[in-house]
Every structure is written in structure tokens, then in C-alpha cells.
């Protein structure tokens, strides 16, 4: 087994980070290596600690959630993002990802779950909560550009190439000498941008404009 998944927790209520260290204490590819009560403090932390998973609450002290996000995305690009909030409000939803966050969470998500939408935004991919992601899909197709793929970079538009050869991850990394982790990091931009699930649904958008 590799190393285990580095989570840095935020939110204002200890009770609270200390339940998702409890609840994640379990599993032993996961681990806490620190723990925040507002913005500035997890912007601190992530920039020291250099976490994989940074899980903010929206509604904190100081900056909130999605000031940090923004900031933390910038600072420490490989640092993946998951908002873990009450908040059930879609404006509140597409801020969140715009500022940078790869997966949104409603709080009350059981123990399980929360592990499992952890290694998923850690291994690339994007998660939001059932509830809404129906309403988030029809905002994001509101106003889609007429031609999705003009969004990508040059880089971009080469890794999706290979992703709809069929290439893994891997071989699209030997194929254009780039690490594993850097083409996971490109196809989620890939996805973010096309505003699609998953990189099979980026294929057939890719070979429907071919």
C-alpha cells in the first residue's frame, strides 16, 4: 500500500474536526495532520503541511471557506480541495468550484462515505453530493460555450487525445514523458473544463468534434 492520504480538516467547531479525525481514524490510507478553526489558519497549514485533501467548511470566522479555497488552490496547486458544509445552496455550489474546490459535501455524510470522497478527489476526480448535483449540471450547461473545446490549452487538447486512443493514465504519461500524477492533474482540468463526469464522456465529446 502507498502512503497514506494527508487531510488537512477546517471548521470552527473543534466537536466537529475532531468527529471527522475520529471517524476517519480507521482507516489506515487516510490520516489528519492538522486541524484548522478559520480561513487564514488552513491557508497556513496547507501552505506548511502541503496536505493531498484540504475539507473546508463554507460558513467560518474570518475568511470563509471559499476564500480559502481560492487562496489554497493558488498556493499550493496540488492540493485538492473538498468543501464539507451544510450549506445546500447551489450559487454557494458553483462559487465553490470556481474558486477552486474539486469536491462539495453536505455534512451528515456518514464516515464511509466521506473516506470514499476523499480518495476519489485525491486520485483526480471531482465529487458533489447527490442532493445537488442535478440542479449544478443544469447551471453549468447554462451558457456552455458553443465549442467546449476551445477552453483547453494546447497540452490539454494532446492528453485528451490519448484519453480517447484509450491510453491509461500511465501510458499517457510515458507517451509525452510526464509523471502519473501530473496527467490525473490535467484530466480533471480536462473534465472541469468541458464540464463533464468523466473522461469517457470527454472522449465522445472530443471525437463528436473531431
Known amino acids: ?16 474536526r475532531e468527529g471527522v479525525l475520529h471517524s476517519l481514524a480507521s482507516d489506515p490510507d487516510l490520516t489528519v495532520v492538522g486541524q484548522a478553526a478559520n480561513g487564514e489558519e488552513a491557508l497556513r497549514l496547507a501552505r506548511e503541511l502541503l496536505p493531498d485533501v484540504a475539507l473546508l467548511d463554507i460558513g467560518m470566522p474570518g475568511w470563509g471557506g471559499l476564500v480559502a479555497a481560492e487562496k ?39 464516515a464511509r462515505e466521506l473516506a470514499n470522497v476523499i480518495r476519489a478527489v485525491a486520485g483526480g476526480e471531482v ?47 510515458q507517451r509525452i514523458h510526464l509523471s502519473e500524477k501530473t496527467i490525473k492533474h490535467y484530466i480533471t482540468n480536462i473534465l472541469q473544463k468541458l464540464q463533464v463526469r468523466s473522461r469517457v464522456e470527454a472522449a465522445l465529446l472530443a471525437a463528436r468534434r473531431a
Not at 493558488?74 to 450549506?87: G, K, Y
Not at 474539486?102 to 456518514?110: F, M, N, P, T
Open 72 to 110: 489554497i488552490a493558488t498556493a499550493c496547486p496540488a492540493t485538492r480541495i473538498v468543501m464539507l458544509t451544510v450549506v445546500e445552496d447551489e450559487d454557494k455550489l458553483l462559487a465553490a468550484f470556481k474558486c477552486g474546490a474539486r469536491g462539495y459535501v453536505l455534512k451528515g455524510v456518514s
Open 127 to 173: 465529487y458533489v453530493s447527490p442532493a445537488l448535483a442535478a440542479g449544478m449540471l443544469v447551471e453549468l450547461t447554462r451558457g456552455k460555450p458553443h465549442d467546449p473545446l476551445s477552453e483547453l490549452t494546447e497540452r490539454e487538447r494532446e492528453v485528451l487525445r490519448l484519453v480517447a486512443e484509450g491510453l491509461t493514465n500511465r501510458e499517457i504519461g
Open 1 to 16: 500500500m502507498g502512503d497514506p492520504i494527508r487531510i488537512l480538516v477546517a471548521d470552527d467547531h473543534p466537536l466537529f
